[in-house]
């Protein structure tokens, strides 16, 4: 087993998850809008639907590995530009941090667990993202793909739903430090450029 892999499998997804985007910015709108329990549950309610994603990455992509090793490679290659143009995307975005809970409806535990289940399985972006990151981290030559796929995928919903419970708890304060620091959105953004581009660049060079 490549055990680097995994620590910097684990190092990537934490500060994915903590740079700005859709899902924890909609994690801390309902923490600060319906209370802590409230973020927690959508939190929940988007790591499941991440399994879904990883159930049809790891089934579809491991046939791929058993049948064309050479189509693995054209996928860790599309994975490797796709982080590219994620970064590109960042660059192009403004570095202002918008977060408002004014318009948010309070919406049951249930609910708001269904919505973050639902908003997750019905993003394509979700399993475009899979389908580019995962490959290049499989970690070794003797274990199964599938059963590699799903450590990884739980791995990356116990980093996520550890950090978007954080953001949940912590949403008052994070919500006030956000709109007292202006340069904030401006270092991660460079920060999620940095990411993007690694990964990246990981994925050209790696040989798994």
């Known amino acids: 087993m490549y055990y680097d892999v995994l620590v910097t499998f684990v190092f990537a997804t ?16 309902q923490s600060i ?4 329990k409230y973020g927690i549950a959508t939190v929940a309610g988007l790591m499941t639907g991440c399994l879904v994603h990883a159930t049809l990455l790891a089934f579809g992509v491991s046939a791929i590995i058993k049948q ?30 918008k977060i408002s809970g004014e318009s948010s409806d309070k919406k049951s535990l249930g609910a ?8 997750n399985v019905l993003n394509p972006k979700v399993g475009i993202f899979f389908l580019a990151f995962f490959p290049g981290f499989l970690f070794s030559h003797f274990i199964n793909v599938v059963v590699q796929f799903y450590v990884l995928a739980f791995i990356f919903m116990l980093v996520s739903f550890v950090i978007f419970s954080g953001i949940a708890i912590l949403s008052g304060a994070i919500s006030d430090y956000i709109k007292d620091n202006g340069n904030l959105g401006k270092i991660l953004k460079w920060l999620q450029i940095l990411v993007f581009t690694g990964i990246g660049i990981y994925l050209l060079l790696s040989d798994k």
């Open 112 to 119: 708001l667990y269904k919505q973050g289940f639902i908003m």
């Open 14 to 29: 934490a500060i994915l998850a903590i740079s700005p985007g859709p899902d924890n910015i909609f994690v801390l709108v």
């Open 68 to 97: 064309n090793p050479n189509l693995f490679f054209t996928i860790k290659l599309f994975g490797a530009l796709y982080m590219f143009y994620l970064a590109y995307k960042v660059f192009r975005s403004p570095s202002a941090l």
């Open 33 to 36: 809008t319906n209370g802590k």
